[in-house]
């Protein structure tokens, strides 16, 4: 093994050693309104109570993960999995390099791959009406959507995502004790491809997307779900294998009965 072999292999054991646990918060459950109905007219989704995890997976946990299963590698998953892009910051299949910092949620990771890690985890994505659940809460309150102030910093931040990324665990905890829902990467959801599907398509399996002025599947009358739509919209445009630089994810549990 050469000089530069062990120099990476030296970083790549470091990188997993220093990982930090990414502790999964349990989040009551509750009845609230989602911008995505359940059935055309019935915008009140009740949600389980189910954990979560308080930020987004970082690259040192990707990259411990990677190294116990190497078909999800860089290089070596299959392109039906993840296209070009996936891992495409790192250094190398295992290897993080300079730029990608240990403490930065991993991007450009396909719905696969954080399908199957969070599996890794025994734990999966969360759905849709569980993440927009508890998204939905600022610093104080389990439901801040109604506050003015707390929508346009939400706003704010849309305007520039994807400028950079930083560190998870900077911002502060919300009302769960969850952190960096807003402010920090967009993120997978179990269901992103169903979200534009309206209700009563869903249930019988058709394929009906949304047009963005008229169908009023989603409830675009409050002025507060705009930020929303634009996540929706966003995730709706993905397929499975794709990977983008702003986009991570993060796992979320069922709670034993």
């Not at 078909?71 to 392109?79: C, D, P, S, Y």
Request: charged share 20%.
């Amino acid at each position: 093994m050469n000089i530069h072999m062990v120099g990476v292999l030296c970083i790549t054991i470091a990188c997993v050693a220093t990982a930090q646990a990414n502790d999964f918060v349990a989040v009551p459950g509750g009845e609230f309104r989602s911008v995505v109905p359940v059935e055309v007219g019935n915008n009140q989704v009740n949600v389980a109570s189910f954990e979560l995890q308080a930020t987004p997976v970082t690259n040192a946990d990707f990259l411990r993960f990677v190294m116990y299963q190497p078909e999800w590698q860089r290089g070596r998953v299959k392109a039906l999995f993840a296209d070009a892009e996936y891992l495409s910051t790192w250094a190398g299949p295992i290897a993080l390099g300079e730029t990608t910092k240990t403490d930065q949620p991993v991007t450009h990771v396909s719905w696969f791959a954080a399908n199957a890690y969070c599996a890794s985890q025994d734990a999966r994505l969360p759905t849709w009406y569980e993440w927009e659940y508890v998204a939905a809460a600022s610093e104080v309150l389990h439901d801040a959507r109604d506050s003015a102030a707390w929508r346009q910093e939400i706003l704010d931040w849309y305007a520039t995502t994807g400028t950079s990324v930083e560190p998870v665990g900077r911002n502060d905890p919300n009302a769960y004790g969850i952190q960096d829902l807003h402010g920090l990467v967009w993120e997978w959801v179990d269901d992103f491809s169903s979200l534009l599907v309206i209700g009563d398509s869903r249930e019988q399996g058709g394929a009906d997307l949304l047009k963005f002025c008229g169908a009023g599947a989603i409830n675009l009358e409050a002025k507060e779900n705009y930020a929303t739509l634009m996540r929706i919209a966003m995730l709706s445009s993905l397929e499975a294998r794709f990977s983008t630089s702003n986009l991570g994810f993060r796992c979320a549990r069922d709670v034993s009965r």
